[in-house]
């Protein structure tokens, strides 16, 4: 089976640049379809999930291309509002073509998403979001298909039960179509819904609020967005990974291409860990500098939505913690089942254990050994990879194709800083 063979205890030293948002690209990809002239989209991360989207939107008849980072789409040619082939069921993202398809052509029908096994993943929000604006929407239970109907979508004010990312950018795809004004309340505040609105307001949407708990979208009715040029911000979890990563190492590694704000929750962590994080500006970029050459102190950590400590970091953070010096404590309490990463990291010698309701502890131990371990979804990978990065002798890390799903170039990025990893088939 394909692995990383890793030869962990070298630190981490040298610069990294980080990519382009994979949770921004994965949303506003979907959202071309609601434009009348063509996209060009820059600082697209070549990773699994824009590969597939890419498939996707091809297969509704969009011209479709993407290189160097630079993805382009021409949502004039597409030719059915039916996204209904296997590649659907890859990603969680693939909810956006409801959004998408429902707001440009008051009609989608679509195969249910897929995307990581980290718990149960709803989308009741989106349903009940897209309903308040009009839709009917249909469960094909039997064949795993959603079909949303709309002759008109017309704005209403939606309050969320949960601040959903998902949720929060569905129902601005649909809303900024729509006839009339939508408020979203206890909107999710992530950089990448800010990003989605960005863009959409790049393309004509009238979107304001994005970024605090209340969006208020002025429909500007269907048809009516064009294309535009938009580059994606950087990805604060890709960032933060290399950020723990070069900490966990013992290294020093200079972070380029971020965005400080997004990462105050993570750089506070790792200073409170006693990380030295250290930000510059390197012409016209803002950098991190981020070393460590001590033994971590123990941290409790609660993850939380936007700005609160990101989930998509907490399996990173519990390999570095593994070899504190004391016992540290996770709570995650955005998905509580997030923690199969935790036996394959105790295969190394690390001493955790899942106590339930999203709880998890860590006794700190003095090293971690080598061991052969498998990812379990993309973010137990990156997880998986620090720790191996970490141990004393030689780890394989197997089930690669989730950490394909969304780190660019991992490999080479990771090379360039001393790793010792190499992908064997
Ligand atoms: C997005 O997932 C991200 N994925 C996830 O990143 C990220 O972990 C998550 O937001 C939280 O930040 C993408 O953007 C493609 P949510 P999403 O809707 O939209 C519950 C990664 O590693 N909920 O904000 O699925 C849900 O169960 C991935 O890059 C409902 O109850 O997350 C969870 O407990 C993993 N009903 C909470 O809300 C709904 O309709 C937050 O989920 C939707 C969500």
């Known amino acids: 089976m394909e692995h990383y063979k890793i030869e962990g205890g070298h630190p981490l030293r040298g610069k990294v640049t980080i990519s382009g948002a994979k949770n921004a690209a994965v949303a506003i990809i979907p959202a071309v379809i609601l434009c009348n002239s063509a996209c060009r989209l820059e600082n697209i991360p070549n990773i699994e999930d824009v590969a597939i989207l890419r498939n996707i939107l091809s297969s509704l ?76 929407i249909d469960f094909d239970k039997a064949n795993g298909i959603i079909t949303a109907k709309a002759h008109t979508l017309v704005g209403a004010e939606i309050y969320l039960d949960k601040a959903s990312v998902g949720a929060t950018i569905n129902i601005m795809l649909a809303a900024s179509c729509a006839e009339g004004t939508t408020e979203i309340h206890n909107a999710a505040k992530e950089p990448h819904v800010v990003d989605v609105a960005n863009f959409l307001n790049m393309c004509g949407a009238r979107i304001k609020g994005a970024g605090t708990d209340t969006i208020r979208i002025v429909g500007v009715g269907r048809g009516n967005l064009h294309g535009c040029s938009y580059a994606i911000i950087p990805d604060q979890i890709e ?52 070393a460590s050459t001590m033994r971590p102190r123990p941290l409790r950590i609660e993850t939380c939505t936007y700005p609160g400590f990101p989930t998509d970091l907490q399996q990173p953070m519990m390999a570095f913690l593994s070899t504190a010096r004391g016992e540290s404590i996770i709570i995650d309490k955005i998905f509580t089942e ?22 998890a502890e860590i006794i700190g131990v003095e090293s971690l050994h080598g061991a052969d371990i498998y990812a379990t979804d993309l973010r137990a990978g990156a997880a998986l990879i620090i720790a191996a990065l970490m141990a004393k002798g030689e780890t394989r890390v197997y089930n690669l194709h989730y950490t394909d799903r969304g780190y660019e170039n991992l490999e080479e990025k990771l090379k360039a800083l001393g790793a010792r990893i190499k992908r064997v088939n």
Do not use: Q, W
Not at 68 to 85: G, K, R, W, Y
Not at 95 to 104: F, K, M, Q, S, T
């Open 61 to 136: 008849g969009a011209e479709v291309d993407f290189s160097d980072n630079v993805f382009t789409a021409n949502p004039v040619t597409i030719h059915t509002n039916e996204a209904l082939s296997e590649d659907m069921t890859k990603l969680r993202a693939s909810y956006y073509l409801l959004g998408a398809l429902l707001g440009r052509y008051g009609y989608a029908k679509i195969a249910y998403p897929g995307g990581c096994a980290i718990g149960e993943r709803p989308i009741d929000l989106h349903i009940k979001g897209l309903s308040r604006l009009g839709a009917v």
């Open 239 to 290: 960032a933060g990974t290399f950020m723990i990563a070069a900490a966990a190492t013992g290294g020093e590694v200079v972070i380029k291409n971020i965005i400080p704000a997004h990462l105050e929750a993570i750089t506070a962590k790792l200073m409170e860990a006693g990380v030295s994080v250290d930000p510059a500006i390197e012409g016209n970029d803002y950098i991190l500098n981020v």
């Open 338 to 359: 997030r923690f199969k990463h935790v036996n394959e990291l105790n295969k190394m010698g690390a001493n955790m254990r899942v106590l339930g309701n999203g709880k």
